[in-house]
């Protein structure tokens, strides 16, 4: 297929909106086609692979940042993507990278040196428990700071994945109770108790400030609103949690609030059975690596503080 049939193909898919990010991924794809001589699949894997990379940048799409891609690759690790498909995500990512490069519209590589999951140490950023607490205090000039403080100390007293935050219904808490009911992955249910400290925040929240954010006469299911009174968006949220994260000196990632949880928990003597059930995982392989996190945890403070290390 030559140049102009790949860009019909796309044209006729409409997954891209915007004009010029359609030109620009369709000369990559006739850049692929014609120069490379790639086949017709070949160069077809390549255009699926970028529409749904752009779809996730959404608005953001222009002079995306390396800091994009590590966020798209931890969304395909949430949603479960396998390692071999990440890997052909990541190389489409690259390859495209190295074009914007090559024609000049790039004047650096956003995903030079990512390593491919296959090499992965697969083991998640936990927070201590005095950096959790620092985060939690910490405070951001932002109209939005009851919601924001709600939404990281539900994450880190419930291990919610980001997706099941932002689409979190005020149906599922029972405060008297103590507990919140979580329709996760696959539509299975589970109940997470709730702390007292993010009982009394979401209470606040929604109070105070939920009211305010709901247009006049109009009424939402879910917990966590934007200023438009729409749900909490999960990119949104990473913008947000980055924020504090920077705040308060801290290196977050979308899911080191979950990473922390299970850890914290496991430390304190849970068993891996109800961290499993908390977490919404169907396998308790799954989890093991959280045994490992707090092995090398020991194994840090020991050669940090035995005089003999």
């Given at each position: ?5 790949l ?18 991924l369709?000369s ?9 001589g790639l ?8 255009n ?7 779809e ?5 799409k222009?002079g995306?940042r390396?800091?994009?891609i590590?966020?798209y ?32 519209y ?5 995903s ?6 296959a090499?992965?140490?697969h ?13 939690l ?6 109209d939005?700071?009851?919601?924001d403080?709600a939404?990281?100390?539900l ?44 009982k009394?925040s ?5 109070t105070v ?6 247009k ?10 934007s ?9 949104r ?10 705040q308060a ?6 899911h080191?609030?979950r990473h922390?949880?299970?850890t ?7 068993d891996?059975?109800?961290i499993?059930?908390?977490?919404g ?26 005089p003999?290390s």
């Open positions: 297929m030559n140049g102009r049939g860009k019909n193909s796309l044209n006729k898919k409409g997954q891209i909106g915007d004009k010029y990010y359609c030109e620009l369709n990559f794809l006739a850049y692929l086609s014609v120069e490379k086949a017709l699949n070949t160069v077809e894997s390549y699926n692979d970028l529409t749904k990379f752009y996730f940048l959404g608005d953001e222009q995306f390396r800091e994009d590590v966020n690759i931890e969304l395909l690790r949430e949603k479960d993507y396998s390692i071999s498909s990440i890997c052909r995500l990541i190389s489409s990512i690259h390859t495209y990278c190295k074009f914007l490069m090559i024609e000049g790039s004047d650096d590589d956003p030079e040196n990512l390593h491919l999951p090499k992965w140490q083991l998640p950023k936990a927070l201590s428990i005095d950096e959790v607490v620092t985060l205090r910490t405070r951001v000039a932002s939005y700071v009851l919601r403080i939404m990281l100390e994450l880190y007293s419930s291990g919610l994945r980001v997706s099941e935050l932002v689409s979190f219904k005020v149906e599922w808490l029972n405060m008297d109770a103590g507990f919140m009911r979580v329709i996760g992955k696959g539509s299975k249910e589970r109940l997470i108790p709730i702390n007292e400290r993010a009394s979401i209470k606040e929240y929604m400030l939920r009211p305010k954010m709901l006049k006469g109009i009424t939402s299911p879910y917990l966590f609103l200023k438009r009174g729409a749900p909490m968006t999960r990119q949220f990473w913008q947000t949690i980055k924020s504090y994260g920077k000196g801290i290196e977050l990632s979308p080191t609030l922390s949880f299970a914290h928990l496991l430390e304190g003597g849970a891996l059975r109800s499993q059930k908390m977490l995982h169907s396998d308790i392989a799954t989890i093991q690596i959280y045994t490992k996190v707090s092995s090398e945890r020991i194994k840090g403070e020991y050669k940090k503080y035995h003999r």
